[in-house]
Nanobody, 126 residues
Framework: QVQVVESGGGLVQPGESLTLTCRASGFTMDYYAIGWFRQAPGKEREGISCIASKDGSTWYSDSVKGRFTISRADDKMTVYLQMNNLDPEDTAVYYC???????????????????WGQGTQVTVPS
């Protein structure tokens, strides 16, 4: 059973940086994608970034492109989300998710992800 666990959330001031970590385990194949999503109060969960296992292909939503960077450790199952120049609009619960079967492509569509972490809160006060 695939499991994903997020960590690293917290309270930061506008303009500051924060790094989230996602640790995934239990994959039965080496084709998978790991994505980051977030959900602000009263809003739908949105995909913000993802990385594919085989070639490291990445994707970013327009809302974070240029400010957030996704990367991974050598084991390919630990994924980081470096968030720079944080804004109050970035306040949300951030989720890590995994999908087996995608190796050279990843998507920000939450419907494609089967395994979800519990989420970690990121708060940027205004």
């Amino acid at each position: 059973q695939v499991q994903v666990v997020e960590s690293g959330g917290g309270l930061v001031q506008p303009g500051e940086s924060l790094t989230l970590t996602c640790r995934a385990s239990g994959f039965t194949m080496d084709y998978y994608a790991i994505g980051w999503f977030r959900q602000a109060p009263g809003k739908e969960r949105e995909g913000i970034s993802c990385i594919a296992s085989k070639d490291g292909s990445t994707w970013y939503s327009d809302s974070v492109k240029g400010r957030f960077t996704i990367s991974r450790a050598d084991d390919k199952m630990t994924v980081y989300l470096q968030m720079n120049n944080l804004d109050p609009e970035d306040t949300a619960v951030y989720y890590c998710a995994a999908d087996e079967g995608l190796g050279y492509y990843c998507s920000g569509d939450r419907e494609e992800y089967d395994y979800w972490g519990q989420g970690t809160q990121v708060t940027v006060p205004s």
